[in-house]
């Protein structure tokens, strides 16, 4: 959808699977965790599947300050293992810091990041994320955009509030020190960066890299990075 986007001066990036191939890390990485665990697994094509499933529904509960963050992985880890009728590990802690460490030897950067983010030259840029604040930040620095994106924005850092709480739109935007219809913000996910940002004045635009379907009505949709600057500029 080609539309023109006026006044913006700041751009807020979500970070897993916008600059990050989240999607890619986990999925190897739980592929590699359940071999190790249950070798020769007859679902093993399945897991990846299975896995992104799961992590929604669990992050949710830890969001609403249902159960800890070390309890939603332990949940989360134990729900799998149910679902592939496989023994869950006995320290579930050990087993998900295994998994963690495989993640984060598959973290890159998508390869339309940094020239997208040098086009952006001159606008202040930040990057708006539901994930933990020292792992978000870790990503960021893993993947070399450390000082390239600006600010890592967590609920953690946001009074408690995550996307889609309007509370996090504003409170991100005036990290930036930007009013919200100053700022647009950029992400994969429909419910949480592109229509929940409305209501706060913020725009958005659809990042959907795997060009699934379009986008809601009313809002831009791109399939790379390398569209953005020119909706902007």
């Given at each position: 959808m080609t539309v023109a986007l006026p006044?913006?001066?700041?751009?807020l990036f979500d970070l897993d699977d916008t600059l990050l191939d989240h999607r890619g890390a986990a999925d190897a990485a739980i592929v590699a965790w359940v071999s190790a665990h249950s070798p020769?697994?007859?679902?093993?094509?399945?897991?990846?599947?299975?896995?992104?499933?799961?992590?929604?529904?669990?992050?949710?509960?830890?969001?609403?300050?249902?159960?800890?963050?070390?309890?939603?992985?332990?949940l989360r880890l134990?729900?799998?293992?149910?679902?592939?009728?496989?023994?869950?590990?006995?320290?579930?802690d050990a087993a998900y810091a295994d998994f963690s460490e495989r993640?984060?030897?598959?973290?890159?950067?998508?390869?339309?990041?940094?020239?997208?983010?040098?086009?952006?030259?001159?606008?202040?840029?930040?990057?708006l994320t539901n994930g933990t604040q020292r792992l978000q930040e870790a990503?960021?620095?893993?993947?070399?955009?450390?000082?390239?994106?600006?600010?890592?924005?967590?609920?953690?850092?946001?009074?408690g509030h995550f996307k889609p709480s309007p509370a996090a739109y504003t409170g991100a935007a005036a990290a930036l020190g930007l009013a919200p219809e100053e700022v647009l913000l950029v992400g994969d996910d429909v419910d949480k960066d592109v229509t929940g940002?409305?209501?706060?004045?913020?725009?958005?635009?659809?990042?959907?890299?795997?060009?699934?379907?379009?986008?809601?009505?009313?809002?831009p949709r791109i399939t790379t990075l390398a569209e953005l600057a020119p909706l902007i500029r």
């Open positions: 006044g913006i001066k700041g751009v020769g697994h007859p679902r093993l094509d399945e897991v990846a599947v299975l896995w992104a499933g799961l992590e929604g529904p669990y992050l949710a509960m830890w969001h609403a300050g249902t159960c800890s963050l070390q309890e939603q992985r332990r134990r729900a799998l293992c149910q679902e592939l009728a496989v023994p869950a590990p006995v320290d579930l993640y984060r030897q598959n973290w890159t950067a998508h390869r339309d990041v940094t020239q997208a983010l040098a086009e952006l030259d001159g606008l202040t840029l930040g990057v990503k960021v620095h893993a993947i070399g955009l450390a000082g390239l994106v600006g600010p890592v924005l967590t609920g953690e850092v946001l009074g940002p409305a209501p706060t004045g913020m725009r958005s635009v659809w990042l959907d890299r795997l060009g699934a379907e379009p986008a809601p009505a009313g809002f």
